[in-house]
């Protein structure tokens, strides 16, 4: 059983950046794959972003949406049982609902259904 906490998300304008936070409970945090999604008002969720599992690969490979390409960063930290997303460069389209999840051992990153834990989300607005 893993819970997640996401924490980070608020307020910002069109070029500010933020850092949003996942704390995943439990001791086999490595061997999961970490993933966010977001879902903006009257769409369906969609990937953002995902960092392997180490246990399947030590060299913390990571995937993401085109959209955020060059401008979001998911990172991980093992000893704290925490994943990061930085994003800078944010814009409007960005706001939504980001959600953090957990998928065990080799999982398809960009494919929802592979995460079997998912966090209560947070709120990022971005303003023009």
């Known amino acids: 059983q893993v819970q997640l906490v996401e924490s980070g998300g608020g307020l910002v304008q069109a070029g500010d950046s933020l850092r949003l936070s996942c704390a995943a409970s439990g001791r086999t945090f490595s061997s999961y794959a970490m993933g966010w999604f977001r879902q903006a008002p009257g769409k369906e969720r969609e990937f953002v972003a995902a960092?392997?599992?180490?246990?399947?690969?030590?060299?913390?490979?990571?995937g993401y949406a085109d959209s955020v390409k060059g401008r979001f960063t998911i990172s991980r930290d093992n000893a704290k049982n925490t994943v990061y997303l930085q994003m800078n460069s944010l814009k409007p389209e960005d706001t939504a609902v980001y959600y953090c999840?957990?998928?065990?051992?080799?999982?398809?990153?960009?494919?929802?259904?592979?995460?079997?834990?998912w966090g209560q989300g947070t709120q990022v607005t971005v303003s023009s």
């Open positions: 960092i392997v599992a180490p246990i399947v690969w030590s060299g913390g490979l990571t």
């Open positions: 999840a957990a998928g065990e051992g080799a999982i398809h990153l960009r494919v929802e259904a592979q995460y079997g834990y």
